[in-house]
């Protein structure tokens, strides 16, 4: 779980994964299932124990962008083969009319029915 970041009263609420260079052995993000005992959690960086399902896994590849919401539960694979470079960043909502930060909603994460590839 990524923390959210406020910058001029905003709140960022995705993070994004630019990838510079291929990494041909490891170094993937693995997307995890969400559990209800996370939604609490993850406003703090946490998540709640025990084991989860893997629900994708996004190899790093030159010029792949990889988007996901700061709550989702992830990991990173151990990099095998060197280098993996990439460019880390956030992403900030717009502003609403009257210059307030927009509402940030609390939605389901990331889903999959058995059997989907959610990323090729």
């Known amino acids: 779980v990524d923390l959210v970041r406020t910058d001029a009263g905003l709140r960022s609420t ?6 510079l260079e291929d990494c041909i052995e490891g170094g993937e993000t693995t997307l995890l ?9 993850a406003s703090k960086g946490g998540l709640a124990p025990g084991s989860r399902a893997v629900v994708a896994s996004v190899a790093p590849r030159r ?22 470079v990439l460019i ?6 717009p502003r609403g009319d009257l210059g307030r930060a927009a ?18």
Not at 34 to 41: K, P
Not at 63 to 84: D, Q, W, Y
Not at 88 to 93: A, I, K
């Open 14 to 19: 995705y993070t994004f994964l630019l990838y």
């Open 33 to 41: 299932e969400c559990v209800d005992a996370d939604v609490g959690l």
């Open 63 to 84: 010029g792949r962008l990889f988007l996901m919401p700061h709550a989702c539960p992830h990991s990173a694979a151990a990099v095998l083969t060197l280098p993996k």
């Open 88 to 93: 880390r960043g956030e992403v900030l909502p």
């Open 103 to 120: 509402k940030v909603v609390d939605c389901p994460l990331v889903t999959s029915a058995p059997g989907v590839k959610a990323f090729a």
